[in-house]
Nanobody
Framework: VQLQASGGGLVQAGGSLRLSCALS????????MGWFRQAPGKEREFVGH????????YYADSAKGRFTISRDNAKNTMYLQMNSLKPEDTAVYYC?????????????????WGQGTQVTVSS
C-alpha cells in the first residue's frame, strides 16, 4: 500500500495550489480519504475529508470556502484545491486513507498515510 502526495510548493499569499494524493496497492473506492497538515512546532491538524464516493466533503473551519477536496476513483487519486492561500496555511500536508465509507476528522482513525508534501505561503 502506498500513498503518494504531490503538488506542494512555494506560493505567494492569495495564490493557489492543487495537491494530489495517489493511492496504490488497494481498492481506492473502498477507502474514505482525508487531508491533514502539520506546521513546525504544532500538532497535526485536520484539513478536510471525503467519503468513498466523493460526495459530502467536509472541511475544517480554516479551510471552508477556500479549499476543495475531490476524488477520482477511476484514477485512484484524491485532490486538494487550495485557493486564497495564507501564510498560516504553511505546513506539510498529508493525505490519509481509512477503510470504509465514513471518513473521520481525527488522524488516529486513518490506516495509511502518505509521506507529506510541503506547502509554503509567503506574505
Amino acid at each position: 500500500v502506498q500513498l503518494q502526495a504531490s503538488g506542494g510548493g512555494l506560493v505567494q499569499a492569495g495564490g493557489s495550489l492543487r495537491l494530489s494524493c495517489a493511492l496504490s496497492g488497494l481498492t481506492f473506492s473502498n477507502y474514505a480519504m482525508g487531508w491533514f497538515r502539520q506546521a513546525p512546532g504544532k500538532e497535526r491538524e485536520f484539513v478536510g475529508h471525503i467519503n468513498w464516493s466523493g460526495s459530502s466533503p467536509y472541511y475544517a473551519d480554516s479551510a471552508k470556502g477556500r479549499f476543495t477536496i475531490s476524488r477520482d476513483n477511476a484514477k485512484n487519486t484524491m485532490y486538494l484545491q487550495m485557493n486564497s492561500l495564507k501564510p498560516e496555511d504553511t505546513a506539510v500536508y498529508y493525505c490519509a486513507s481509512r477503510l470504509g465509507q465514513v471518513p473521520y476528522t481525527t488522524f488516529h482513525e486513518y490506516h495509511y498515510w502518505g509521506q507529506g508534501t510541503q506547502v509554503t505561503v509567503s506574505s
